[in-house]
């Protein structure tokens, strides 16, 4: 009888133990699942500063000299015609430890029946090496903004990594020189020396992502030459809820920003963009990533290009021969991508007519924007031009003598309202209208029959209804000429410019610098 009640003892058991095993093993088998990550909504990526940086090689000058030749082939810039007047030029050894005479010299003027001289001041203090690079730095603010699909927790951070030079034989990449790459995919900004003073982070909302919980010490690693750039910045003491929460980052200062590439060396055309991806993510306290999406900068000659995530993106400026008619007008000088050269205006209260051809193409499911902006408005010899209007006559800002900006009318045209312009002799100036070429994206045409362009209003629709382009140094807001809520495929518009001077107007030489931004918003 015991024997019996021993076995059937040990029969249950191991059952009993059995079970255990099984519950066990199923048990353990049974993982958490992770919240899928997703894309940010409405992410952008802005430079300030739109210009290519300016790299060539050395060819001749010596010291004492004011001008400059540079190699024609091989380099990032085989010609000048990305160096402007006004530009800061600096000699650099291919060592990237300085400029060579520790001087910086002033581009005033272009020259050379090739396109591969320049002039300087002060002339140069010592001759160059042969190896020698001639370096115009552009740098600026980068500000990346987002829009959360999901929170980020307490101890999460945001991450965002820059495409760095990723040959170490050629730049640090944290210099502030330009890097020098035969790519895009070599290639990328140098970070500059920027600190954690130079880095800044804000949210829409103060309650449940409150700002203060940013951190204000991000971690900054420049690229080492197969690495590129990251920016970390920590979340701590309390979650950040999506809720419609934008974040923007801002990358930069004015006085400090991080510096443009060079066009690529290999097949770069002049006035198409060199694209560059920047990924930006939100990770947990593991790292693991909560949200992620690439957004695009694209750098071209006196154009820079801000683009979204990693879908497709072209922007293009060119120029166009005499002759044509563009916004209702026979054009009078041959233009390019880099320059509206008037030449000489030797006819006063005479309309002259020249313009440019701007084409975009993007699968931005948001649209796009094209903005237009001058330095200034045109200084003779590039002296300033103070404020927004002449203190006397049409030409005298101050102490400075200019082309003003056109006024268009007695109802005054401005760079965010157009106006007929319909008198060269009444209203001497400079100025600008838009024609569609393909597409309706001209956010104004040069034959509006809409207020304030009307026949009513005393003009007719061959009128030109013009604005001013924004002057940045009078402080006005650059503002958007080309415009689509949707994408688009080639879509182009004439940009056509317009001057006028009175028979009062001072002899010499009048320049500025407009710039075009494009934005598509994915």
């Not at 200062?253 to 991080?258: L, N, P, R, Y």
């Not at 007719?460 to 688009?488: K, L």
């Not at 182009?492 to 934005?519: D, E, H, L, S």
Request: aromatic share 8%.
């Amino acid at each position: 009888m015991k024997k019996g009640l021993g076995h059937n003892h040990k029969k249950i058991l191991f059952l009993l133990v059995s079970t255990f095993i099984l519950v066990f093993l199923f048990l353990t088998s049974i993982k958490p699942q992770k919240t899928r990550s997703a894309n940010f909504t409405n992410a952008t990526a802005t430079l300030s500063n739109s210009r290519f940086s300016f790299t060539a090689g050395y060819a001749s000058g010596s010291a004492g000299s004011s001008s400059v030749s540079i190699d024609t082939s091989g380099n990032p810039d085989n010609d000048v015609d990305h160096l402007f007047i006004g530009d800061s030029v600096c000699v650099v050894p291919t060592s990237y430890s300085g400029c060579r005479d520790d001087t910086s010299y002033s581009v005033v003027g272009t020259e050379g029946s090739d396109g591969d001289q320049f002039t300087i001041s002060p002339a140069l203090v010592s001759t160059p090496q042969a190896s020698d690079l001639i370096v115009a730095t552009q740098s600026g603010v980068l500000t990346i903004q987002f829009t959360l699909a999901n929170n980020v927790p307490d101890g999460g951070d945001i991450l965002i990594t820059i495409p760095s030079d990723n040959d170490t034989t050629t730049t640090t990449s944290n210099d502030g020189f330009p890097d020098v790459t035969d790519t895009v995919a070599n290639g990328g900004f140098d970070l500059n020396g920027i600190t954690a003073t130079e880095v800044s982070t804000s949210t829409t909302t103060s309650g449940s992502c409150n700002n203060s919980h940013w951190s204000t010490t991000e971690t900054i690693t420049p690229g080492n030459g197969s690495t590129d750039h990251t920016i970390r910045i920590d979340r701590s003491g309390s979650q950040c809820e999506a809720n419609n929460t934008v974040i923007t980052v801002t990358i930069g200062t004015t006085s400090k920003g991080i510096v443009n590439p060079p066009p690529k060396t290999s097949s770069h055309t002049q006035g198409v963009a060199d694209a560059y991806t920047i990924n930006v993510k939100t990770r947990d306290n593991t790292d693991a990533t909560i949200d992620s999406s690439n957004v695009m900068v694209a750098p071209v000659e006196g154009v820079f290009v801000s683009a979204t995530v990693p879908e497709s993106l072209s922007f293009t400026v060119a120029g166009e021969a005499s002759g044509n008619t563009r916004c209702g007008q026979t054009t009078d000088i041959t233009t390019t991508a880099t320059a509206v050269p008037w030449g000489t205006i030797s006819s006063t209260s005479t309309f002259y007519e020249g313009n440019q051809i701007l084409t975009v193409s993007t699968n931005a499911v948001s649209g796009y924007n094209v903005y237009i902006e001058e330095n200034d408005q045109m200084g003779k010899n590039g002296n300033t031009c103070t404020g927004t209007a002449p203190s006397s006559g049409h030409f005298t800002f101050g102490s400075g003598i200019c082309i003003r900006d056109t006024v268009c009318g007695a109802t005054a045209c401005s760079e965010s309202s157009a106006r007929y312009w319909t008198s060269a002799s009444n209203y001497p100036g400079f100025g600008i209208s838009l024609q569609n070429a393909s597409g309706t994206d001209a956010v104004w045409v040069y034959d509006s029959t809409t207020e304030p362009c009307t026949t009513t209003g005393g003009g007719t629709s061959t009128n030109f209804c013009s604005r001013q382009i924004a002057d940045i140094q009078g402080g006005e807001t650059r503002t958007s000429i080309m415009t689509s809520s949707v994408p688009v495929d080639s879509s182009q518009i004439y940009v056509c410019y317009r001057i006028a001077i009175p028979g009062t107007q001072p002899a010499g030489f009048y320049y500025n610098t407009v710039k075009y931004t494009a934005v598509p918003i994915f």
